[in-house]
């Protein structure tokens, strides 16, 4: 329960003030990881993945004109850094408090497909981004490269109640 409260502090602190609060999420992605050593070096190994791979989705998102950030906030032409480090935040949330979708990969894109996009229009409506698609659009395109994304993330799932480590509950 802890660890969903704490993304969804990163993700607003992350969303209204941007920049502002890179600090405060690097300084909690460090202490998350140092409180949960059973976890940490599946962890890092899924923050790898999952924000590379966020990375490329909104690089992608953003050339063909889906969403837009403001020009001054962009990491080397591309993304702000901010997203970069909402991306981990996310990412550390599935040995935890995602793990149930481990075992239920249709649940997974159903629910990636509905919540991924309704985050990102929140998030436009508070500032943090534009586009210049209608609405409808941009949920199907998020709904269908979140479905798609969750279900391959939630595969990467370690699952600790087989044998503590780093035994991925199923592989790609």
């Not at 993304?79 to 935040?89: A, G, S």
Request: some cysteine; charged content about 10%; aromatic content about 16%.
């Amino acid at each position: 329960m802890f660890n969903i409260i704490w993304f969804q502090v990163n993700w607003f602190g992350l969303i209204a003030y941007q920049t502002y609060f890179v600090p405060i999420s690097i300084l909690s992605i460090c202490l998350h990881l140092y409180l949960n050593k059973a976890y940490r070096r599946a962890d890092i190994k899924l923050a790898l993945i999952v924000t590379a791979s966020g990375c490329i989705i909104e690089t992608l998102m953003i050339q063909l004109g889906i969403i837009s950030f403001d020009q001054f906030a962009l990491l080397l032409g591309f993304l702000p850094f901010w997203l970069v480090v909402l991306w981990t935040c996310f990412a550390l949330t599935l040995n935890h408090s995602m793990k149930f979708f481990a075992k239920h990969p249709l649940l997974a894109v159903i629910c990636g497909s509905l919540f991924g996009p309704l985050s990102y229009l929140a998030g436009i409506e508070l500032g943090a981004a534009t586009s210049q698609v209608k609405p409808f659009l941009l949920f199907l395109s998020y709904s269908f490269v979140w479905g798609l994304s969750f279900g391959v993330f939630t595969r990467l799932i370690v699952d600790h109640s087989t044998r503590q480590g780093g035994r991925y509950a199923s592989s790609l």
